[in-house]
């Protein structure tokens, strides 16, 4: 089985394609976070999310395969 990923316990390699596209990390993303119960985190997602988090996330996916969690709100 494949490894999972942080994008709806999808596999790795597809929340790897999900992270290179901005639009769809910045939407997953949002989802992630407002379906954990993580309000805070998801609307500063939506403000932040375009280009700051994404680059973000796309690092962090690739090497240590997770996104950002700072926030635990």
Same mark, same amino acid.
């Given at each position: 089985m494949a490894?999972? @990923?942080d994008? =709806? @316990?999808l596999s790795y !390699? &597809?929340?790897v394609i999900?992270? !290179?596209i901005p639009v769809t990390a910045w939407l997953c993303g949002i989802i992630?976070? =407002?379906s954990e119960g993580k309000i805070l985190a @998801? !609307? %500063?997602r939506i403000i932040f999310g375009c280009w700051i &988090?994404? %680059?973000i996330d796309l690092i962090l996916m690739l090497f240590q395969k997770h996104i950002l969690r700072i926030i635990n709100c």
């Amino acid at each position: 089985m494949a490894k999972k @990923g942080d994008y =709806f @316990g999808l596999s790795y !390699i &597809v929340s790897v394609i999900l992270a !290179i596209i901005p639009v769809t990390a910045w939407l997953c993303g949002i989802i992630t976070r =407002f379906s954990e119960g993580k309000i805070l985190a @998801g !609307i %500063l997602r939506i403000i932040f999310g375009c280009w700051i &988090v994404w %680059l973000i996330d796309l690092i962090l996916m690739l090497f240590q395969k997770h996104i950002l969690r700072i926030i635990n709100c």
